[in-house]
């Protein structure tokens, strides 16, 4: 089993920055894939980005190219997603993900899942 924790999540005027963190403990090293997505209210939840852990090559969703960055540092066994230039439409609550995928890719089926953190983006 593989538990993620996030934090960093809170509430930032449009064009302000955040910095969220998932920290992983358990059998982390079956794992190949990280991934962070968002589910707005009312809407489905949608993949964010996505990171190979061998190759630290990262995927981004469209909407968040240019903005965001995700990174990980295996030291501290922690995956990390810097979210600049936020606006409104960012507004959801994010989540991680991690899992052992036959391709890395953005919106994944991860099989292990932090349990949320809020962020809110006011214009």
């Known amino acids: 089993q593989v538990q993620l924790v996030e934090s960093g999540g809170g509430s930032v005027q449009a064009g302000g920055s955040l910095r969220l963190s998932c920290a992983a403990s358990g059998y982390t090293y079956n794992t190949n894939c990280l991934g962070w997505f968002r589910q707005a209210p009312g809407k489905e939840r949608e993949g964010v980005a996505a990171?190979?852990?061998?190759?630290?090559?990262?995927y981004y969703t469209d909407s968040v190219k240019g903005r965001f960055t995700m990174s990980q540092d295996n030291a501290k066994n922690t995956m990390y997603l810097q979210m600049n230039s936020l606006k409104p439409e960012d507004t959801a609550m994010y989540y991680c993900?991690?899992?052992?995928?036959?391709?890395?890719?953005?919106?994944?089926?991860?099989?292990?899942w932090g349990q949320g953190t809020q962020v809110t983006v006011s214009s």
């Open positions: 993900a991690a899992g052992a995928i036959e391709i890395c890719a953005v919106g994944a089926d991860f099989g292990y």
């Open positions: 990171l190979y852990i061998a190759s630290g090559s990262t």
